[in-house]
């Protein structure tokens, strides 16, 4: 048995079910509980006047555990079975929601080094995506590992060479996580400064070292050139990795000390990234030229960024309780903004079933539900219309620069 599973046994994190390499358990359902009353909100919004998209708040959903206000919410995403799955850090789970609540929550194993501190000792659960064979995939940030959950909640852990991919106390591990154009996993390793590519059944095949260290824990996505594209959020770069070659090629930003968080390929044939500390969204093209957009309000904070089954961009603003929308070929970008008798501070963003747009909101510690273009959630969610009016502000167009 390895060093993992018996810290893993020990800790008695098994007892919940899951399934480490060499010690496989399917997951007991943690919240096999009566149904929890959703928190339900009425309130008005902001929307857009060009185009109109008519945009309503649902309802939220409140996390598995008790209410914790510091609770850190960074990952969400549709699986699937239609269901939303959200990873939730400090408690060290990942819950599953349907369009009436909760449905299923499972315990990762502890952290054996407890980096993330006692009394929990997270795995620190952090992004997530949805694999070719129908299973989830996240970082597991303080565990140093990859976790596979299946639909009926059998848990793997992949764990990481420490000697390829060190960690240290206080910082974390692998964070983004994307499927390439290849069908395998590829993360970025925060302490490391390295791009890991991984198969479905947890052989790294390939790492990569970032050239600029100590700027990484960014995302990573596959881009419209079939290439993958990452950020570095403490050195304000965007980052191209060549997997034919694996040559990284380095963008900088146009402004200094933007922190680019999340990026996505988008429907005009770029990719787009948010800029959390210059409050900026940006495009850069597959040849490395940047364009900026300061979002409607100048203080936001944007984070977490999704493209939408539509070709919409949507983005959480987590100092404006907002959610955004950018439609990345007419560039205009919208917010739809809750009022300040409901402040919410959204995290992750993902697009679910029916048009709807999910939220983590850490503030409540819950998931928000958003329904796009009138359509209902589910039978008795509350619907209002949302009114007023914010739109995009400026852009800055800049020559390409690489290192």
Not at 78 to 91: E, I, L
Request: charged share 15%.
């Amino acid at each position: 048995m390895s060093d993992l599973c018996r810290a893993a046994l020990k800790s008695g994190a098994i007892a919940l079910g899951l399934a480490i390499v060499g010690c496989s358990a399917v997951g007991t359902k943690q919240s096999a509980l009566p149904p929890i009353r959703p928190r339900e909100h009425v309130e008005q919004l902001k929307t857009p006047a060009n185009p109109p998209v008519p945009v309503a708040y649902a309802t939220s959903f409140p996390m598995p555990e008790t209410f914790d206000p510091n609770e850190y919410l960074p990952g969400i995403a549709m699986g699937s079975d239609q269901d939303m799955w959200v990873s939730v850090y400090n408690s060290n789970q990942i819950a599953r929601y349907n369009a009436a609540g909760l449905v299923s929550a499972w315990t990762f194993p502890s952290d054996p080094q407890c980096l993330n501190p006692p009394p929990i000792c997270s795995a620190g659960p952090t992004d997530m995506v949805l694999g070719p064979d129908g299973n989830m995939y996240i970082s597991m940030a303080q565990l140093n590992a990859i976790a596979q959950v299946t639909p009926l909640g059998v848990i793997t852990i992949y764990p990481l060479d420490p000697a390829v991919f060190p960690m240290q106390p206080q910082l974390e591990g692998p964070r983004g996580i994307a499927i390439g154009p290849d069908g395998n996993i590829w993360f970025d390793h925060s302490n490391s400064s390295k791009i890991g590519r991984m198969t479905l059944a947890g052989t790294v095949i390939n790492v990569y070292q970032i050239p600029t260290a100590g700027g990484n824990g960014g995302r990573i996505t596959k881009g419209p050139d079939n290439n993958m594209w990452f950020t570095e959020v403490s050195n304000s770069k965007v980052a191209r990795l060549d997997i034919a070659t694996g040559h990284i090629t380095e963008f900088t930003t146009p402004t200094a000390n933007s922190y680019p968080h999340t990026i996505v390929a988008a429907a005009d044939g770029n990719l787009w990234f948010t800029e959390r500390d210059a409050n900026q969204a940006a495009l850069i093209t597959t040849a490395g030229s940047i364009q900026e957009f300061q979002t409607p309000t100048k203080v936001s904070r944007p984070d977490y960024m999704v493209s939408g089954p539509d070709g919409s961009l949507w983005f959480a603003e987590d100092f404006n309780s907002a959610l955004c929308r950018v439609d990345p070929v007419a560039q205009t970008f919208v917010e739809y903004v809750t009022p300040s008798n409901f402040p919410i501070q959204p995290l992750a963003v993902a697009p679910g079933f029916n048009g709807s747009v999910w939220l983590t909101d850490i503030l409540n510690d819950s998931v928000a539900v958003f329904t796009v273009s009138g359509g209902p959630l589910h039978r008795g969610a509350a619907h209002r219309p949302l009114i007023r009016v914010r739109e995009s502000a400026r852009s800055t167009i800049v020559p390409s620069r690489s290192h």
